[in-house]
């Protein structure tokens, strides 16, 4: 029974120290995601605790359950940083640099971690209590996770690293690995200063000055800070490219006459050129302050330098009315300002939802056409008072000015803008119906087109209702030619008439 007795103890301690093993692979397990995957703890392992030796920070012996533990292969090059990296997340009050004296850490869950130091030697040894079946399970279903998240980690094109509290890198992924390896920045630079802020920086990769522009991102833990880097060259060039290009449109867009005032997606002012201060007599600093559209045309309002809306309460509603337009390229008015100053307004659209207010000021154009007009209105009204039929064609035969006797005559309907409607061969059917075939109207045609000779000249022709008239045929300036009809009857009794009353004068 005694015996029997024996045998029992005996087998709960060898299953205790099956037990005691598995827990300290549990606890490690749990912490290497950034190393290989290595097999699951076996039975010739179990019991024992882990042993490490390290001669000037370089492992020279290592137990097997160190090796699974760490997650490295035995020919593999460890180094402190790799011990610190396996140890530290369950016993964080490891420093990240080699420890001067011996020191004894426990882990939260009753681990003990004792490391001891003899000059260049170091010894470590960490103690586990004991684990049960769900532990191991636990542990084997983690691996084949961490095996997933540390492939995702190390194919990550931009650089994640884990730094600890005391600044130093306990992980990190190969992009980072190769970008410190050639910027050869500290690591307080390569980390943001603030929690989750995002920060650009600038890395030189080579010594020669070539470049990479990165945004930091820093997530506080408890045991350090995770760090993210996103790779922006891209964004950066972009970036260059068009400041460079809205520099260059501003230069070029200063020297031209017109005003330009650009509103981007938002309706703010993005671009504005020197025409338009000028034109406006807005302030430079109201300008550069970036004032959204409404405010933009209040303010031109406000100035009088646009035209005053006849109804104030539905000004915002006239201002919508005027952005729809500009949006799809229908807006272009005239404006006329109670300083006598003319302006016209165009709107265009622009990529990205923006809009473009084009100010060009025809004062001198509209004053120019004012006069122009004047000009020829008393020209035209001068020349209603000359009794003859006068008519006048351009050297490509069309009809440009008549007067009203000469409309009388042929009953010709012609106003400004019928003028072009009007050509020699339409009044050569209507003089040839009025007076009968004749063989000067092929001259007359000839010498209206430029093809006989430009001489002044003149020929008698009957006018079926009003008799006799002399057509006279004179070139004038420009290649046009004045056709002149006198009533040759008419003159001789209107002539008569003007005798008389001028003998009713004298008699009174």
């Known amino acids: 029974m005694k015996k029997g007795k024996n045998i029992l103890e005996l087998t709960f301690s060898v299953l205790a120290a099956i037990l005691a093993g598995a827990s300290i692979a549990v606890g490690l397990l749990l912490f290497s995601i950034s190393r290989p995957k290595t097999d699951v703890l076996t039975k010739k392992e179990q019991g024992r605790s882990i042993r490490i ?111 600890s509290k005391d600044g130093g890198v306990s992980w990190s992924n190969p992009a980072y690995q190769s970008l410190s390896s050639h910027s050869g920045l500290p690591v307080c630079i390569m980390q943001s200063s603030s929690p989750n802020e995002v920060r650009r920086i600038r890395v030189n990769e080579t010594e020669e000055g070539s470049r990479r522009w990165f945004d930091l991102r820093s997530v506080p833990h408890e045991n350090g800070t995770l760090n993210y880097a996103t790779d922006v060259e891209s964004v950066v060039q972009a970036e260059i490219a068009q400041r460079n290009f809205v520099q260059t449109l501003s230069k070029t867009f200063a020297h031209l006459p017109i005003g330009l005032a650009i509103f981007d997606r938002d309706r703010q002012l993005a671009l504005f050129n020197p025409a338009l201060i000028d034109l406006t007599a807005l302030p430079a600093q109201f300008m550069t302050s970036r004032p959204n559209l409404l405010t933009f045309f209040d303010t031109l309002r406000e100035a009088r330098m646009m035209p005053e809306p006849k109804n104030y309460s539905s000004w915002r509603e006239q201002l919508a009315v005027l952005v729809r337009a500009a949006c ?7 404006w006329t300002l109670p300083s006598g100053l003319t302006y016209k307004v165009t709107g265009r659209p ?118 006799q008239y002399n057509c006279c045929i004179m070139p004038i300036i420009g290649g046009d030619t004045l056709l002149r009809f006198r009533c040759i009857e008419q003159s001789v009794g209107v002539m008569n008439e003007r005798v008389k009353d001028l003998k009713a004068v004298q008699v009174v």
């Not at 100010?359 to 035209?380: G, K, M, P, V, Y």
């Open 350 to 467: 622009h990529p990205d939802g923006a809009i473009a207010f084009l100010i060009e000021d025809i004062s001198a154009e509209i004053s120019l056409t004012r006069r122009f007009r004047a000009e020829l209105s008393q020209s035209q009204a001068a020349l209603d008072t000359v009794d003859d039929a006068i008519a006048v064609f351009s050297h490509l035969g069309v009809l440009t000015m008549s007067n009203q006797a000469y409309r009388n005559s042929w009953g010709t309907d012609a106003t400004d803008a019928g003028f072009l409607d009007i050509n020699i061969v339409d009044e050569l059917r209507r003089w040839q119906a009025a007076c009968g075939p004749s063989p000067i109207w092929v001259e007359l045609r000839n010498q209206v087109m430029g093809e006989g000779n430009r001489t002044a000249w003149s020929a008698i022709i009957q006018h079926m209702r009003l008799g």
């Open 53 to 163: 030796v390290l001669m000037k920070g370089t492992v020279t012996d290592i137990s097997d359950l160190g090796l699974i533990a760490l997650g490295l292969a035995a020919d593999n090059d460890i180094k402190w940083r790799d011990v610190h990296t396996a140890l530290s997340a369950r016993f964080p009050e490891l420093l990240s640099t080699p420890p001067d004296a011996s020191v004894l850490l426990t882990s939260d869950d009753g681990a003990t971690l004792e490391i001891t130091v003899q000059n260049d030697l170091m010894q470590i040894e960490m103690r586990d209590a004991g684990a049960h079946a769900a532990d191991r399970h636990r542990v084997i279903r983690l691996q084949h996770e961490a095996e997933l998240l540390r492939a995702a980690l190390n194919s990550a094109p931009d650089p994640i690293w884990f730094a």
């Open 328 to 334: 799809d390229d229908r807006y272009s008015e005239t």
